[in-house]
């Protein structure tokens, strides 16, 4: 019940292009969906957020899109750059008090080639 | 505005030895929350500490604990170390309930455990 599956785990993507990560889940609980980039020695920071009373959020290069019969969401990165090469996870949790704890999935690894 | 901060960046311990890790939370925040990520994982919560007390626990055994100090630092203690407790040890704070970013984290750079 406490799942995030992610995919996929790797992909590359020619620059200019168009990235696509996706992520379901199964606790009918959650309702706070972040996504998160990480760089090699960073933490990981985030990217944009949805909550399930909206199908889609927009933020720059950035969207989530949210299918809350399916329990799935994805995130769409347009106009892909090379300073956009991280490993990006999905994520997951309750907001009943505000701060629940992230369930997270096990990330993708984004390459952009020029 | 310093972020979250760790220490040690990188710690390398024998099995069996028993660590320390430490966290400053970001300005303003006052929870803290300690997750272990496995090299090419996605980080997994231990627990979460607010006004001093250990208010989430994940699914880590009691080797696991920590404390919450009233400037709302915090630390990380692992006991009895295993080989397989090699992970990066995030520290991420967050506001208070109930304010105007209640759901925003942010991590700080981790500290790198190497157990051998």
């Known amino acids: 019940q406490q799942q995030v599956k992610q995919s996929p785990q790797s992909l590359i993507v020619q620059k200019g292009g168009i990235s696509i990560i996706n992520c379901a889940y199964e606790n009918t609980a959650f309702d706070y969906f972040p996504w998160y980039q990480q760089f090699p020695g960073k933490g990981p920071a985030l990217l944009i957020a949805i909550r399930p009373d909206v199908s889609e959020k927009k933020e720059g290069r950035f969207t989530i899109s949210f299918n809350k019969s399916a329990k799935q969401f994805s995130l769409h990165i347009m106009d892909s750059q090379p300073g956009d090469s991280a490993t990006y996870f999905c994520?997951?949790?309750?907001?009943?008090?505000?701060?629940?704890?992230?369930?997270f999935g096990t990330g993708t690894r984004l390459t952009i080639i020029p | 505005d310093a972020g979250v901060t760790q220490s040690p960046t990188h710690l390398i311990k024998t099995r069996g030895q028993q660590v320390t890790l430490r966290c400053s939370p970001k300005s303003g925040h006052d929870t803290v929350s300690w997750y272990q990520q496995a090299l090419g994982q996605g980080p997994q919560f231990i627990f979460q500490y607010y006004e001093e007390e250990e208010r989430q626990r994940g699914n880590f055994p009691d080797r696991f604990s920590g404390h919450q100090f009233p400037n709302y630092s915090s630390e990380l203690n692992v006991n009895a170390l295993l080989l397989g407790d090699s992970a990066l040890y995030l520290c991420?704070?967050?506001?208070?309930?109930?304010?105007?970013?209640?759901?925003?984290?942010?991590f700080g750079s981790g500290t790198r455990l190497t157990v051998v």
């Open positions: 994520a997951a949790s309750g907001v009943s008090f505000g701060n629940e704890k992230l369930t």
């Open positions: 991420a704070s967050s506001p208070p309930p109930g304010s105007s970013s209640s759901y925003g984290y942010t």
